[in-house]
């Protein structure tokens, strides 16, 4: 599954990339357009469909290079600077992945199939707090929204970082 939505995602974007050449021949730099390709990636990989609205799915990729701009900078949090846009776009990615989380778990308790990295994490966590419910004993910590969310804002740091890399 992942393999075909990452060469659908590449595909799109080297045909992008061969008409905006095609438009206006010359020389172009490429690392804007492999790191967005990189993120579009990574986040249809983790996230699915939960990033299914353009305009947050775009805050969420330039909230996304803002937190990488913040670790490459001087630390100096004030208004205004890098650090600062940083912890802000940290703070709108998380908030995007716990309502991701909570749209995943409807999905799957509905008994939709997984699509996502997401999803089937989120088919093992239901299945988990069901057995402690059973068991009368506290859900994993990793359950709930905002512990999710961090996992998943770890796994697409992760990708990103091992992807660009490369």
Known sequence: MYVQ???GIIRQ???AWMEAQEANPGPVEVRDMVRDMNANTSQRVFVGPYLDDPKVAKKFTDAYLDMVKGFLTFPLKFP???VWRAMKGRQYILSV???AAIRSKERISEGAE????LDFWTQQI???CQEAEAANVPPPKYSTNHEIA???MDFLFASQDASTAS
């Open 150 to 152: 961090y996992t998943v």
């Open 80 to 82: 205004g600077t890098a």
């Open 13 to 15: 974007h080297i045909a």
């Open 114 to 117: 997984p699509s996502c990295l």
């Open 126 to 128: 239901l299945k988990e």
């Open 97 to 99: 992945l716990e309502q």
């Open 5 to 7: 939505q990452q060469d």
